[in-house]
């Protein structure tokens, strides 16, 4: 990351976007974290209208890199036109990485940071991974990192304190121990089971903690029931199912 830091100053930032919050807000947070670093920097974004066919993921690493470009995005040229200009690329997920790899054959002074697992990882400068996805892989420009990256700050604290407030089952007690539970789902190397989240959250109830929870669009539906069910035990304060609720109550679980 001191690479890319090194390199921001007075330049331009291009994020490609999915379209997924959770993706988007990754690469926000890291743009704005390089931001902070640096002076005279900006952010531009482009998001995708449509996923790359296998004609087009094809042409990101021969033939005509312009034809995957065209063919996710509706602001192609003004895309092309702005990646010319930038000097860092930040991008989330699997489908941006092959817009991400066809720029980078274009413009080969971009910088380019991928976040979670690519399908190719030669083609990036840096690719940013949590530790629990991919224990396997070890590359010279692999960084592992301990949480997910997100653009909450403390104003963002502040204003969804009230509001998850609203939403809590009963008030905290004022345990001596409390816990948030973020419950994610299926990824390329795990899969999610009911045998496997039920001791684990049942760990922290039987230790007396208090119990702030939320679940993804990735949890299984099993998983999920499995946790409703244990919702309704007296320790938990807050249980957000987004099957039944889309709200993301993150920023109000840390205030």
């Not at 690479?3 to 959770?22: H, R, T, V, W, Y």
């Amino acid at each position: 990351m001191a690479l890319a830091a090194q390199q921001m100053a007075n330049s331009e930032i291009l994020i490609l976007s999915d379209g997924k919050p959770g993706h988007f807000h990754q690469s926000l947070g890291l743009a704005l974290n390089l931001v902070e670093r640096s002076q005279g920097s900006t952010i531009n974004t482009f998001t995708m209208n449509a996923a790359p066919s296998m004609a087009g993921r094809i042409s990101a690493f021969c033939g005509s890199p312009e034809r995957i470009l065209r063919q996710c995005f509706d602001d192609a040229e003004s895309l092309m036109f702005q990646a010319r200009r930038c000097k860092i690329l930040i991008e989330t997920g699997s489908s941006t990485a092959w817009a991400a790899i066809a720029i980078g054959r274009l413009f080969p002074h971009l910088k380019k940071l991928h976040i979670l697992q690519p399908p190719f990882y030669r083609p990036f400068c840096e690719v940013l991974l949590p530790e629990h996805d991919s224990l396997w892989m070890n590359r010279p420009n692999v960084m592992r990192f301990l949480v997910g990256l997100g653009t909450v700050n403390q104003a963002s604290i502040a204003l969804h304190a009230g509001e998850v407030s609203l939403k809590l089952l009963r008030s905290p007690a004022g345990a001596e121990k409390g816990v948030a539970l973020l419950i994610g789902g299926n990824s390329r190397s795990y899969r999610m089971t009911v045998e496997k989240v039920l001791p684990f959250a049942s760990a922290f109830v039987s230790a007396g903690m208090e119990v702030l929870m939320t679940t993804s669009r990735r949890t299984p539906p099993d998983v999920g029931n499995a946790l409703k069910q244990m919702a309704t035990h007296p320790a938990f304060c807050l249980a957000v199912f987004v099957d039944e609720q889309p709200y993301n109550p993150l920023p109000g679980m840390l205030a």
